[in-house]
């Protein structure tokens, strides 16, 4: 299994050799270094924790100062489950792994936390169409219309109404390598990565 950290860029586009222009998404990944193996005999579970970016020391707790040790200061750490053994058979603390693991051509699955959107009304947040726009009407063209339960008196948990919209972690499968620059840490993938620039994204093979 491959894994990486990285942060969302922007977006940009790029031509194939038809002249077709390709819509990319440019994220600055890797390295990543591994801070801890987790193994079913001694935590339960099968997992790789990787440490990704630079903190002050300063701003870094104690404990989690003697959990790193001197493989360095980490701003983000972050767990990947293995399904298969086979997988982490060789990964040891201190291993440090970039963009040479993955190809051009590669297809993976990309997590990171949706752009927030604030409080949205249910036209904007779920679709609805909103009240008819005739002649007569009046404030209602974006109203959710009747939210009438029968004879409940609460409302029903999960009913689609106005609320707080983003904010979510998205899982985007199959995105395609474009481009790859090893030392400048630049990966480009085929299509959009949810977030908005800055973000931080797990990259997955």
Known sequence: MKFI???KKNMAQVFDDK???NP?????????????VKSKKSDGYEAVQVGYGEKKPKNISKAVKGHLKDLGNFRYLKEYRIED???????KVGDKFDLSVFNIGDILTVSSVSKGKGFQGVVKRHGFKGGPRSHGQKHSEREPGSISQGLRTSIRSGMRMAGRMGGNRVTVKNLKVTQIDPQNNILLLKGAVPGRRGTVVEIRG
């Open 24 to 36: 990319v998404t440019v994220l600055n990944a890797g390295p990543v270094v591994v801070t801890q």
């Open 85 to 91: 053994e086979k997988d982490a058979a060789g990964v």
């Open 5 to 7: 950290l990285g942060i």
């Open 19 to 21: 002249g077709n222009a």
